[in-house]
């Protein structure tokens, strides 16, 4: 088992910057990507960002040049700095170890773009 822990959420205006971190405790490998996904209110869950062991990238459209994913393969940990933000990237947060589909899963963390 795999336990997967986010921070860093919170409430930001539009235009404003926040980091969300996420600490892997447990039988943790750093062969598995990592990601970070987010649901809004009334849609279905969608990739953010992915990362591979060796540090190859993946950013979903809508986030590309305003949001960057990193890792410390050291440390267990993965983290999304997330910059110029916008009211429809409103959206629970969650961690993502090993791929959506077999992997583990965090609880989430609230990201709210408002005025």
């Known amino acids: 088992q795999v336990q997967l822990v986010e921070s860093g959420g919170g409430l930001v205006q539009p235009g404003g910057s926040l980091r969300l971190s996420c600490v892997a405790s447990?039988?943790?490998?750093?062969?598995?990507?990592m990601g970070w996904y987010r649901q809004a209110p009334g849609k279905q869950r969608e990739v953010v960002a992915d990362?591979?062991?060796?540090?190859?990238?993946y950013y979903a459209d809508s986030v590309k040049g305003r949001f960057t994913i990193s890792r410390d393969n050291a440390k267990n940990t993965v983290s999304l700095q997330m910059n110029s933000l916008k009211p429809e990237d409103t959206a629970v947060y969650y961690c993502?170890?090993?791929?959506?589909?077999?992997?583990?899963w965090g609880k989430g963390t609230l990201v709210t773009v408002s005025s």
């Open positions: 993502n170890s090993g791929g959506p589909t077999a992997g583990y």
């Open positions: 447990g039988r943790v490998s750093s062969m598995y990507n």
């Open positions: 990362i591979t062991s060796i540090g190859f990238t």
